[in-house]
């Protein structure tokens, strides 16, 4: 199941940990009190910034955010896809595509009409959801490629899938 964070807040201590340990070497000042800030700040009443948590009851499997600002080196652009997480044991089973199909159903429902995202590794598996490289460049001297998708208006017949 697919749920926005605000609606299950007792993942939120852990995500912050998962999200500092993943991606801390990418920001500067940057760390777990921080990430749980953006997260206390986060609705699910359809606005951005939110964050998706992938779960099955208690255990959670991953998450993923569309917010705004997210690369410092294009801080024109939003807004974006970020902080794409599947917990390792469950990596590889699909839970990483199903998580950017849902940030791209809440972007576009949001009224974005592009999204953005930047990755070190996972440029193949955003190609595979339909963004589009727009450059390679540096982020705190980590090649990154940073990527952009079309949206489309979403069907208002077609529920985003999670709750």
Not at 27 to 45: G, I
Not at 71 to 83: E, H, K, M, N, Q
Not at 88 to 101: A, C, D, I, M, S
Request: aromatic residues 8%; negative net charge; contains cysteine.
């Amino acid at each position: 199941m697919i749920s926005h964070l605000a609606d299950v807040p007792f993942f939120r201590d852990e995500l912050a940990a998962l999200h500092a340990a993943e991606w801390k070497h990418l920001y500067a000042d940057w760390d777990e009190q921080t990430a749980l800030e953006e997260f206390l700040n986060q609705k699910a009443d359809g606005s951005l910034p939110a964050t998706l948590v992938l779960h099955e009851r208690m255990e959670l499997l991953g998450s993923v955010s569309v917010v705004f600002g997210d690369c410092p080196v294009r801080l024109d652009l939003d807004p974006w896809l970020a902080s794409l997480y599947v917990v390792p044991q469950r990596r590889g089973r699909g839970h990483g595509l199903e998580l950017v199909q849902a940030a791209i159903e809440l972007a576009a429902a949001a009224g974005a009409k592009r999204l953005h995202v930047f990755t070190e590794s996972a440029q193949k598996l955003f190609q595979r959801c339909g963004f589009e490289i727009m450059e390679c460049t540096m982020l705190q001297d980590v090649p990154i490629s940073v990527l952009f998708r079309t949206l489309q208006k979403p069907d208002p017949q077609r529920h985003g899938g999670y709750s």
